[in-house]
């Protein structure tokens, strides 16, 4: 079992950066990824890291702004977000699961935080 904490988001103009932490409780010997929903919107796929940290991918959507990272020592997934855009705007969640881009691909959910980006 592994419960998961988002932190991080809030209001940002665009072109600013924010970074996202997500705090990982019990073992988490999972994959981790970064999803997102925007109002009236399905949940999207952002990017995913390996449980190593060695593979990563990325939704066209933010390849060359967003970089993730993970410290497993300190149980932690970081996602930093640069260049961010007003299409950025949603409910940012972390998962933990199998890699992949479906959600179904991941057990463990935390509860969001919100990112809002204006223009």
């Known amino acids: 079992q592994v419960q998961l904490l988002e932190s991080g988001g809030g209001l940002v103009q665009a072109g600013g950066s924010l970074r996202l932490s997500c705090a990982a409780s019990g073992r988490n010997n999972y994959a981790m990824g970064w999803f997102r929903q925007a109002p009236g919107k399905a949940r999207e796929f952002v990017v995913s890291i390996s449980q190593s940290g060695a593979s990563t991918n990325y939704a066209d959507s933010v390849k060359g702004r967003f970089a993730v990272s993970r410290d497993n020592a300190e149980n932690m997934v970081y996602l930093q977000m640069n260049n961010l855009k007003p299409e950025d705007t949603a409910v940012y969640y972390c998962?933990?699961?199998?890699?992949?881009?479906?959600?179904?691909?991941?057990?463990?959910w935390g509860q969001g935080t919100q990112v809002t980006v204006s223009s």
């Open positions: 998962a933990a699961g199998s890699t992949g881009v479906r959600s179904y691909y991941y057990a463990y």
